[in-house]
């Protein structure tokens, strides 16, 4: 896997309809649109620090409505972290990560070392066909991480991609450049299981 | 009622026996299959009899899931499917006729033009990845897949599954270079044109699915508030899987995105003024292929409301969702058929079994939406007499043709599979006399006109009246009320596909909502009862032997039937004409080899013929003189705005001598003068063939099940009536 420049770069990758693309605006824009627009695909950046310096942090947000396995490889190939979006409320849609994963796992050879973040979106949502249990048991038997989320009410979004880039080993990388946003930190006891570092 | 159905299945028929039976059909049907099928170019033929074949499928998809799991197998085994492969193939290949997409793909676009406006996501949302697989490889090994059972996301997907791996996409990818030009263009109209011819350069099966495609997301696109996806939305999930370029691969992602999004605009475009790139026709592309959406709405209400509701083949349901056809014509007519038929299911679940009744609420969330057109019932009975009287007309050579393409061996089956359980319905419901009379009361309330009501009464007595007569006299023959069940629906679709469109669709509303009122009366529950447990044991002891017979009389008929110039009749002729093609072409493919029994039937047929009517006179006289000439006459009388039926009603007239002036005297006619009736008498004939045939091996059955007093009740009602 080529290392290439300063990009680090996270696909996000989920069934139609389970939010990614609002996870990732809440994230990049901080806001929360209720509308039902599919992705073709966008691709976002954002300064964060890596290594005592900084990077662009390049998030790739796919579509969920229909799979091009050619796209889908190129994303994969290119991509340094993966969030791998359902919705608690669709159980479906967590069926529907499990042939994602396994072709991360074809085209990269080895999940362990690479950033995987299991996320159950929507869970604001008092209809939930996933519960956060299940979804801890798919993340262990995937050997990733887990953490529900809502775009919708900003929770745990941040923690999110803080939590996926304090996965990858092979860089030091974190969503604050030099404490200009310590504030945020704090944020992440909201991180259920495992604890960011800093 | 599956108690009774459990007690009452051994006497009627015992399983193991049906199942040999079943096989033996089978075989034979294979083989029918494999002679008809080259023969079926006539327009509309093939249509008209696979989707029939669908209907009974899906009518019996209850029965099979309930009482016999491998239904499917042997459905699958039933129909060879001349194309190995579906998916991967140029379109070129999987659509063998000029002007037929492949059938799976029909029929998968007409649920998702039925059903998607109301799903949302529809496109979007992703379905079962195991699931999908499975229906991929049942599609494409050609197996006749049960479509009723998947969810419509799941052909959503399976669908853009089908359009991705069409070799260079439906659009192909070479003119993605035209493609984009024409979408640069400035101007509407500029576009429009530029479009236009574009479009004029992909081959013809490439076109022909692209129009039915877009009829479909379009009519999907005006519904966005509902299912949240507009054009737009649409364009994005379709529009990669409908173009992509030549030199795709290779891009880099950002390069690949812009493609997308041009395409996006294009396929947006596209959706958004198909009507002005290929005709406002296109929109209608779903209603002529009425049969393929009855079955599909057929297969919405089955499969939502699951078993027992759907026991009986009631030909009434299946009128209702034939509406739904027409309905792309109009949305009234829409949202009254979905009304009608919905009113059928519910009233039919609580009569029947309380197990069902958990299933009802799956309707229930439906039923709000369609109800919203309350009543077009009784205003319209005068029309619905009329379309029920057409539906007799045209039965028979629905049923001929049905059972001459071959694709019936499966409708058949059906029928064998899904009666057992009905005889014990049809002896809950034994005081006929009792529920006639409600049937009586009810229309005569309902017809505001004299004319109309007394004939719709008539027609509905005669629907009821007749199960029970024939079944309760040795001589009438179950098979009556097969024909009744299989006629109507056939007849529909019929009118629908000979292209009468809109007039005959909206009659078959009208007809639709009819039953439905005679239904709330507590008629249907018998009628469709009796229907059901006559038609298996007709079907299964007979159902061999009467397709034959049934073709060759109207062969034999056909000669004097098709008098009539009008442009209907002249369908219908061609219709015949190309039954008995059929017949030729196999005769003379098979010439050493036709199944004996068939020769023996076409040797004997004009021995026969009389005989039949001799035979019949006294039991054809309800049949015939009731929906025959008291109906049509009043038909006639109102039916006024409707100019294609009243053409084809006075040629019916013409044929039938002034039906009221003979009214006694047609009944008897019957038997002696074949041609003074002609509408009705090939179906007299085959019915009373099937009874003779039944009368030998069934007659003490029937005698034991159907009292007499009952059948004598009926006929003094209904004589006196008249």
Known sequence: MPEQSNDYRVVVFGAGGVGKSSLVLRFVKGTFRDTYIPTIEDTYRQVISCDKSVCTLQITDTTGSHQFPAMQRLSISKGHAFVLVFSVTSRQSLEELRPIRQQILQIKGSVESIPIMLVGNKCDETQREVQAAEGQAVAQEWKCAFMETSAKMNYNVKELFQELLSLEKRRNMSLNIDGKRSSKQKRTDKIKGKCSLM | MKVLSSCNAPKTLDVSDMETLIGCQSEVDIKKCHLFMPCDTEDGLCHLSESSKKRKKVISWPFLTRRNTSGPEILGQLEPDLKPSLFDQPLSMVCNKEDMLPKPIQDILTILFLQGPYTEGIFRKAANEKLRKELKEELNSGGNVAFEKASVHLLAVVFKDFLRNIPHKLLLSELYDDWMTAVEKTGHHEKTEAIKEVASKLPRPNLLLLKHLLCVLHHISKSSEVNKMDSSNLAICFGPTMLTSDYDQGLPLAAQKEQTDKVKTLVEFLINNCCDIFGEEICLLFSNS??????????????????????????????????????????????????????LYPQRLLEQT???????????????????????????????????????????????????????????????????????????????????????????????????????????????????????????????????TLIQPQSLSTNISEGSGTHIGELKKHSVSFSATTRKKLVTKTQSCSLGSFQRDSFKKESKKERHLSCRIVQATYGDKCKPVTPLEHQHRSRFMSAEEVFQLVDRRNPGKPPSYEEATKNCTAARLPSYGSLAVQDMRPTTSFPDSGPQHSRFDKEVTNKVYKDFLSNRLSVINNPKDSLPAVDFVIGIHPRANIPLTPQVYRLRTMSGSYQKSKQEYLMRRCSQPAFDCIQCAKESYV
């Not at chain 2, 209702?320 to 949305?331: A, V």
């Not at chain 2, 007499?385 to 499966?410: A, F, H, P, W």
């Not at chain 2, 009666?419 to 009586?440: D, H, M, Q, V």
């Not at chain 2, 017809?447 to 007394?454: D, E, I, Q, V, Y």
């Open chain 2, 354 to 484: 309380s197990s069902v009744s958990s299933l009802t609420r799956f309707k229930l969330s439906n039923l709000d939406r369609r109800f919203s057109e309350p009543d077009m019932f009784s205003s319209k009975s005068s029309r619905e007499n009329c379309v029920r009287d057409q539906m007799l007309t045209n039965s028979e050579e629905n049923v001929i043709q049905q059972k001459e393409l071959g694709l019936k061996c499966q409708n058949l089956r059906m029928y064998v599979m899904e009666e057992p359980p009905l005889p014990g319905l049809y002896r809950t419901k034994k005081p006929l006399n009792l529920t006639i009379k409600a049937s009586l009361q009810s229309e005569l309330s309902s017809g505001s006109l004299p004319r109309s009501s007394s004939s719709s009464s008539l027609d509905s007595l005669t629907s009821v009246s007749d199960n029970s007569v024939f079944s309760s006299s040795p001589l009438a023959s179950p098979s009556l009320f097969k024909n009744n």
């Open chain 2, 290 to 343: 009425v049969d393929d959406s009855l079955d599909k709405s057929e297969m919405l209400s089955a499969s939502q409301l699951h078993d027992s509701a759907y026991d009986s083949t009631d030909p009434e349901g299946e009128c209702s969702s034939n509406d739904l056809q027409p309905s792309n014509l109009s949305k009234t007519s829409m949202a009254a058929s979905r009304l009608s038929s919905r009113e």
